[in-house]
């Protein structure tokens, strides 16, 4: 048997098993659509996760709990409108074909540059064909990722279509900027003023790792998981010389802080 038929019938399997539990399980029975992003996004994660620290196992058991999601919004899609499972697979693969003119018609792409080129300009195609007043418009791009992703995406577009930082050292001075405008505001007592400037901060770095080809979200998940590592060494250097952390002032914290830092340097962490 093909690894093609293997795959096909797996996955009408797990579809006629999502379609079972529609019908039948009392939890599922009561889900709407609008019930369906949460448990989406969060799956999403869950392999985001599994992948980032390395797990393969994880990464595929994930995996199949993503697809599982994208089956069980399918079935109450159908419920709801005319798309059907079989309509949202078909048009996910004609679309690809479409975005695709370099594997399935003949345009030329060599680099994976022009591949993005070419899907870029064939999106924008789409969207015209679709709204001829947004495809100038940036408003449509990443509306529902989280905002980290969304400001990385965004710069990405606007790369494309022209306007960007030159290098990774505009892009940090262009935060030097920000931050003296929020210490600005902060000296006016203006916290409106101040939030706003955070924000163009925050848009400005979320953009700096794509400068060295790194990407947003892994490099603040990495970010997280080293702070996580670091405070539970500061909690443990803080029990074991029963300090309570909550008594103790940010002097004495941050000297136990770089202490953590310094024994745990040499294990690369």
């Given at each position: 048997?093909?690894?093609?038929?293997?795959?096909?019938?797996?996955?009408?399997?797990?579809?006629?098993?999502?379609?079972?539990?529609?019908?039948?399980?009392?939890?599922?029975?009561?889900?709407?659509?609008?019930?369906?992003?949460?448990?989406?996004?969060?799956?999403?994660?869950?392999?985001?996760?599994?992948?980032?620290?390395?797990?393969?196992?994880?990464?595929?058991?994930?995996?199949?709990?993503?697809?599982?999601?994208?089956?069980?919004?399918?079935?109450?899609?159908?419920?709801?409108?005319?798309?059907?499972?079989?309509?949202?697979?078909?048009?996910?693969?004609?679309?690809?074909?479409?975005?695709?003119?370099?594997?399935?018609?003949?345009?030329?792409?060599?680099?994976?540059?022009?591949?993005?080129?070419?899907?870029?300009?064939?999106?924008?195609?789409?969207?015209?064909?679709?709204?001829?007043?947004?495809?100038?418009?940036?408003?449509?791009?990443?509306?529902?990722?989280?905002?980290?992703?969304?400001?990385?995406?965004?710069?990405?577009?606007?790369?494309?279509?022209?306007?960007?930082?030159?290098?990774?050292?505009?892009v940090l001075a262009k935060a030097r900027e920000e931050i003296d405008e929020v210490e600005q505001a902060l000296d006016r007592n203006d916290t409106n003023h101040a939030a706003e400037e955070l924000g163009d901060l925050m848009?400005?770095?979320?953009?700096?790792?794509?400068?060295?080809?790194?990407?947003?979200?892994?490099?603040?998940?990495?970010?997280?998981?080293?702070?996580?590592?670091?405070?539970?060494?500061?909690?443990?250097?803080?029990?074991?010389?029963?300090?309570?952390?909550?008594?103790?002032?940010?002097?004495?914290?941050?000297?136990?802080?770089?202490?953590?830092?310094?024994?745990?340097?040499?294990?690369?962490?």
């Open positions: 048997m093909s690894d093609d038929t293997n795959a096909a019938q797996a996955f009408a399997k797990l579809f006629a098993v999502v379609t079972e539990l529609r019908e039948r399980c009392p939890w599922d029975r009561e889900q709407k659509l609008a019930d369906t992003p949460r448990h989406l996004i969060e799956e999403a994660y869950e392999v985001a996760d599994a992948i980032a620290h390395g797990s393969l196992s994880h990464a595929a058991e994930e995996l199949g709990d993503v697809i599982a999601q994208c089956m069980f919004a399918g079935v109450i899609l159908a419920e709801d409108s005319e798309f059907d499972i079989a309509t949202v697979v078909q048009n996910a693969a004609e679309k690809l074909i479409r975005r695709h003119p370099h594997i399935y018609g003949d345009t030329r792409a060599e680099t994976v540059e022009r591949v993005l080129e070419n899907w870029e300009k064939i999106k924008q195609q789409e969207r015209e064909s679709k709204n001829a007043d947004g495809a100038k418009s940036l408003g449509h791009v990443g509306r529902g990722l989280p905002s980290m992703m969304r400001a990385e995406k965004l710069g990405e577009k606007a790369r494309r279509a022209g306007m960007d930082w030159a290098n990774i050292r505009e848009l400005a770095i979320a953009n700096a790792p794509r400068f060295i080809n790194k990407d947003a979200e892994t490099t603040l998940r990495a970010a997280c998981d080293k702070f996580v590592t670091r405070f539970d060494e500061v909690a443990r250097i803080a029990t074991s010389r029963g300090l309570d952390l909550k008594a103790m002032t940010p002097a004495e914290i941050d000297a136990i802080w770089n202490e953590a830092k310094a024994a745990m340097r040499g294990t690369g962490r």
